[in-house]
């Protein structure tokens, strides 16, 4: 990848997590601390390991209409509430359908639609299954009820790479544009998949923190009392545009998406490379792609789950990047208070780190008390903090079951 | 015909589609007139079988074209 490619800049933001109902308040949130994670009140989890995750704060049948919510999986659901508040965020573009792209990206997609038809075929037989059930459950379910809202015709994708999903898609989106193939790209990431089988999965991998008696204290990355990530659901968007289409209609910019790296492990299916290898080239080939120094990166939105095993695999990689620069770099993980939104993180952090260049602010990281002595990073905690103004890029690190790498680089406008 | 029924078979297109009840009347065509597609068809019947305690074949279904048509249809079923 060069420089030399068409610029493509971020113009629209939308979420919805266990933060807040939109980009503001999910914002406001994450400068402030304020935990999303909660007690799940709902008696199939008592007899759990984990009794707890960060559950959307705002339900999208509020914002939904009913006709239109009840053919939706949840997380076709989340995806339309923050893909509408992107979109209406960058101005309701006016765009050439053959011109406009959706890429929306999922972990798992709508699994609890087909285990709760998987009960009506169990329970009352094939007659009674819905005729929307396949719609609900297939992966790529949520882009294409984006797709249709939005009339987009350029191309319909769905990245699946497990918790690097989100960050794929806006790497994708970037390369639809780069490539020619659109001029505007509504580029996300989704999920809602928090059941007792999920959790019980995750749980069966020992991958899950078991602190229910504080749930708000549990995801805790570079803590040395971390003890896993805590599931989460919600969805992020950003509205991908060339710049000179952005310029054309005098858009409001928030940042240029400048670089991209793309990696694999190949070292294990769950667990991360304990030197942190494939994220390390993700990190400097996605820094080169933008033509950014280490100097120039002010602060790194990181994936820090809060597990053991890699948020220190991911502080290796972060350092040996940027070297003598690390020192000089506000990290935040936001995961501490949104949890683990799995396919929908990278998008939603995107969101996130997006607005920390925009408005100059690192999130904090809340319950980081007794600092991991192995980490060995900047860690943004106790309050937000103020990053220096002028020319600068941020990072924004997403990795995912499987051994993928993702690291996204946005600079300011 | 049975204004019970023709009530009942509103709400359901309602639930389905979100078409307001008081545009549901006999005269309407499911497909044509109120945003009912193919598939909703399939949540429709499903939904009056239930509520009505008929059976709707397959093969029945395309000649429902109306409410009307379901109306009458779920009359003599009952019968």
């Known amino acids: 990848m060069t420089t030399s490619q068409r610029r493509v800049v971020v113009t629209g933001l939308g979420a919805t997590t266990p933060v807040g ?14 935990s999303g994670i909660r007690l799940i009140e709902d008696e199939r989890y008592a007899d759990l390991p984990v ?4 559950q959307v704060a705002v339900e999208p049948t509020e914002v939904l ?30 765009v050439d359908p053959e011109r ?45 009820w984006v797709g249709l809202d939005l009339g987009a015709k350029a191309g319909i994708h769905t990245p699946v790479s497990a918790c690097a999903s989100g960050a794929e898609a806006v790497a994708y989106g970037l390369e639809m544009i780069r490539s020619g193939r659109a001029d505007v790209v509504v580029a996300g990431g989704t999920e809602a998949c928090i059941h007792p089988i999920t959790v019980a999965s995750f749980a069966a991998m020992r991958a899950l923190s078991t602190r229910n008696d504080e749930p708000e204290r549990a995801s805790r990355p570079y803590d040395k009392g971390r003890d896993g990530f805590v599931m989460g659901e919600g969805a992020g968007c950003l509205v991908l545009e060339s710049e000179e289409h952005a310029a054309a209609r005098g858009a409001r910019v928030y940042a240029e998406v400048a670089g991209v790296g793309l990696t694999a492990d190949g070292h294990h299916i769950a667990q991360p490379d304990p030197e942190g290898r494939g994220a390390k080239r993700a990190i400097a080939e996605a820094l080169a792609s933008a033509g950014a120094a280490p100097s120039d990166v002010i602060h790194v939105n990181a994936h820090a789950t809060s597990t053991p095993q890699g948020d220190v695999a991911e502080a290796t990689a972060i350092r040996a990047v940027l070297g003598s620069a690390t020192d000089g770099v506000a990290v935040s993980g936001t995961k501490s208070m949104t949890g683990h ?36 990073l900047d860690v943004v905690h106790g309050e937000a903090r103020a990053l220096r103004g002028g020319d600068a890029v941020v990072l924004n690190n997403s990795f995912g079951f499987g051994g993928h790498n993702v690291a996204l680089v946005f600079r300011s406008a | 015909m049975s204004q019970e029924i023709l009530e009942g078979l509103a709400a359901i297109v309602n639930e389905v589609a979100g078409t307001p009840v008081a545009d549901i009347t006999a005269d309407k065509a499911f497909i ?5 597609d193919s598939l909703s068809m399939v949540e429709v ?10 059976s709707i074949p397959d093969g029945e279904v395309k000649n429902l074209k109306t409410v009307g048509d379901a ?9």
């Open chain 1, 21 to 34: 109902g939109d980009v503001a308040s999910t914002w406001e949130g994450l400068l402030i601390g304020r």
């Open chain 1, 51 to 54: 009794r707890f995750a960060g």
């Open chain 1, 65 to 94: 209409e009913r006709a239109e919510a009840r053919r939706l999986d949840r997380c076709q659901q989340l995806a339309l509430v923050a893909s509408r508040e992107a979109w209406a965020d960058a101005g309701a573009p006016e």
């Open chain 1, 100 to 144: 406009l792209g959706v890429v929306v990206a999922t972990g798992i997609g709508g699994i609890v639609s087909l285990l709760e038809q998987n009960e009506i075929l169990n329970t009352r037989g094939w007659t009674r299954v819905s005729p929307m059930s396949v719609p609900m459950l297939m992966p790529n379910g949520s882009a294409a």
């Open chain 1, 341 to 376: 939104l799995l396919g929908g993180a990278g998008a939603v952090e995107s969101v996130a780190a997006v607005l920390a260049l925009h408005h100059r602010v690192a999130p904090v990281t809340a319950n980081l008390e007794d600092p991991d002595d192995e980490i060995g």
């Open chain 2, 32 to 36: 044509d007139d109120l945003d009912i």
């Open chain 2, 45 to 54: 019947v499903m939904a009056c079988e239930d509520k009505f305690g008929v």
């Open chain 2, 71 to 79: 109306v009458a249809y779920i009359e003599k079923a009952q019968a």
